[in-house]
Structure formats: structure tokens, C-alpha cells
């Protein structure tokens, strides 16, 4: 059971939009903590996709961004693309546990 | 440009110790500024915080892990370290070195190490 809540999957046609939430309490996300997102192609490490909410790190495309809201925070993609067919995974700081803590991840599928 | 690399048995015994190491280069551990997290990921499952230090050696561990996991840091090798005893079945994972951690992003990772615990 994660902290954070992900859906399981979503999915999408090519140049479709779609979010991704996660959901978290008082304690994470609803303290202000950063929410950071990651993607996971198969067989390889994540990769830094958001950090601090809704910055892109340098060569992540505009495609990806990032909100919150109280509890919650999403990651939209927009214009869908083949290569995305990814893991996401959102991470944040929990003040009750001391420690980061992550959404149980949300397989994308592009249809 | 900032790299990562996890070391150590790919096989280990239930109720034995797992010990990994992660070498830095490109980048000093002694800089100060950032936290060097483990992290971990079981066969076809999500991501898991195992713990984080700082180069003064200040560490924070998972709850779940705390009473069997040590992390250390050697300044002078550029590296960190992971210790986790009595391992079982469940400690079986992806095990991945990072920058970052606490409420900082992980923004460079290590590829991983796959380790195993057998009976």
C-alpha cells in the first residue's frame, strides 16, 4: 500500500492528452511538500520528468507538465507519443514517516 | 555530467546481510549539497525509499527497514553505502542509487542492481 495514490493504468491515442493524479494527505502533499514525477521505460532506471511541482529539468519536452492542488497533483501529457508508453511514478516528502514517498505508479499506454 | 553506479552480490542468502555500494563520479560527494538516497524496486513492482544520507553522515531510514538497515558514506572514495541483515525472500529487488532524496527531486540515478535472496 503506497502513501501516495496512483491510478493503475490510463491510456490514450497518438496526439491525445492525458493526466495522471496523485494522491496524497496532510502530511505530504497537502504540507506544501515538492511533488516530483518520474518516468520508467521498460528495463531501464527512472528518469527526473518534474520536479518541484511543475518544472521540467532541462531536455523534457513541454509536452510534460505538472500541478497541485490541497492533497492531489497531476501530471498532464499532451500531443501523446509512442515513445511515452511508460511507468510514471509522482515522489514526495512525508513529514510523518521522515522520508520520501512515492505513488504505487501508473502504467501509460498509448492505444 | 554526474554518474552512478551501484556495486556488490547479485546473490544472497536469507538471514544474511546485503551490502551495496555506490560510486560517484563527475560529481563530489563532500559538495554538500545534496542528499545520496538507496532505493529499491521488487520484480514487476513500484519504487520503494529505502533511506538517505548527507556526506556529514547524517542518515534517515525507511520506517519499515530502520531496525535492520545501516547507510554510511565514504568521503574519500566518492562512494555510500547500504547494509541491510536477515534478509528474506522479500528484500528480492532492483536496488538503485540516486542524488537527491528528502524533499529534493532524484535527478540523477544509478542503472540499478538486481539482487537476489535465495533459500
Known amino acids: 500500500q503506497s502513501v501516495l495514490t496512483q491510478p493503475p493504468s490510463v491510456s490514450g491515442a497518438p496526439g491525445q492528452k492525458v493526466t495522471i493524479s496523485c494522491t496524497g494527505s496532510?502530511?505530504?502533499?497537502?504540507?506544501?511538500?515538492?511533488v516530483h514525477w518520474y518516468q520508467q521505460l521498460p528495463g531501464t532506471a527512472p528518469k527526473l520528468l518534474i520536479h518541484?511541482?511543475?518544472n521540467r529539468p532541462s531536455g523534457v519536452p513541454d509536452r510534460f507538465s505538472g500541478s497541485t492542488s490541497g492533497t492531489s497533483a497531476s501530471l498532464a501529457i499532451t500531443g501523446l507519443q509512442a515513445e511515452d508508453e511508460a511507468d510514471y511514478y509522482c515522489?514526495?516528502?512525508?513529514?510523518?514517516?521522515?522520508?520520501?514517498?512515492f505513488g504505487g505508479g501508473t502504467k501509460l499506454t498509448v492505444l | 555530467q554526474v554518474l552512478l553506479q551501484e556495486s556488490g552480490p547479485g546473490l544472497v542468502k536469507s538471514s544474511q546481510t546485503l551490502s551495496l555500494t555506490c560510486t560517484i563520479s563527475g560529481g563530489s560527494i563532500s559538495s554538500g549539497d545534496y542528499y545520496w538516497s538507496w532505493l529499491r524496486q521488487p520484480p514487476g513492482k513500484g519504487l520503494e525509499w529505502i533511506g538517505n544520507?548527507?556526506?556529514?553522515?547524517?542518515?534517515f531510514s525507511s520506517p519499515s527497514l530502520k531496525s535492520r538497515l545501516t547507510i554510511s558514506v565514504d568521503t574519500s572514495k566518492n562512494q555510500f553505502s547500504l547494509r541491510l541483515t536477515s534478509v528474506t525472500a522479500a528484500d528480492t529487488a532492483v536496488y538503485y542509487c540516486?542524488?537527491?532524496?528528502?524533499?529534493?527531486?532524484?535527478?540523477?540515478w544509478g542503472q540499478g542492481t538486481l539482487v537476489s535472496v535465495s533459500s
Open positions: 540516486a542524488r537527491g532524496g528528502s524533499n529534493y527531486p532524484l535527478d540523477y
Open positions: 496532510s502530511s505530504n502533499i497537502g504540507a506544501d511538500y515538492a
Open positions: 515522489q514526495s516528502f512525508d513529514s510523518s514517516l521522515r522520508g520520501s514517498v
Open positions: 544520507i548527507y556526506y556529514s553522515g547524517s542518515s
Open positions: 518541484a511541482n511543475n
